[in-house]
């Protein structure tokens, strides 16, 4: 089936560092979205992208959706303590019925 | 506005027993899903309904669950009878439609079964 290979699987850095996460499909997709998971609670969207080369920011975080449409990065500037948490990329295929497709998470700690 | 709501948030079960988990999409959503999540698997896709309708269910595990959705505001998640290796996290999630849409999660709800 597909996968979505994400990496780092865990990342620990000082507070103001940072950070950079990616993910990479075999298949082309349509959508790329980034999410984040605190301790305790549900995923919660970060950024959404759906097309080839798009670059979108929100606050501190940015992402890619890459020219192939096989992979994706997000990037933290400037990392504080509370972008402690587990993020998420998910795809989306063409011909799917809108079903995503989840990488296995990259955990990030920050140190104060 | 209301986001997915799920209930129970927590639940602790004893083996055999049965349990059922709920689920309110976002109103106006028109697909519904219905995922696990384990520190050793991730966050893996039990079954999604569209307009109420199962499309794909080749997550569910095994015949021990079943998920259903009676009308558009409600689904349930079912699991007769629960098994220790059942504990998990299980998340509901919604999304409007198809194209240039996201999904959106509820907080989940966290079983365990000793």
């Known amino acids: 089936g597909q996968q979505l290979n994400q990496s780092p699987q865990s990342m620990f850095i000082q507070e103001g560092e940072d950070v950079s996460m990616n993910c990479t499909s075999s298949s082309i997709f349509n959508t790329w979205l980034w999410y984040k998971q605190d301790p305790g609670e549900g995923p919660v969207l970060l950024i959404a992208l759906y097309k080839a080369g798009e670059l979108t920011s929100n606050g501190r975080l940015t992402a890619q959706f890459g020219i192939t449409r096989k992979d994706s990065f997000l990037n933290i500037s400037a990392s504080i303590p509370s972008d402690v948490g587990i993020y998420f990329c998910a795809g989306q295929t063409e011909g799917s019925q809108g079903n995503l497709i989840f990488g296995k998470g990259t955990k990030l700690s920050v140190k104060p | 506005d209301a986001g997915v709501i799920q209930s129970p948030r927590h639940e602790v079960t004893e083996m055999g027993q049965e349990v059922t988990l709920r689920c309110k999409p976002i109103?106006?959503?028109?697909?519904l899903f219905w995922y696990r999540q384990t520190m050793m698997r991730g966050l893996e896709l039990l079954i999604y309904?569209?307009?109420?309708?199962?499309?794909?269910d080749s997550g569910m595990p095994e015949d021990r669950f079943s998920a259903k959705m009676p009308n558009a505001s409600f689904s349930t998640l079912k699991i007769q009878p629960s098994e220790p290796r059942d504990s998990a996290v299980y998340f509901c999630?919604?999304?409007?439609?198809?194209?240039?849409?996201?999904?959106?999660f509820g907080e989940g709800s966290w079983l365990t079964v000793v």
């Open positions: 999630a919604s999304r409007p439609g198809v194209t240039g849409n996201t999904i959106y």
């Open positions: 309904f569209n307009n109420n309708v199962p499309i794909d």
């Open positions: 109103s106006g959503h028109d697909y």
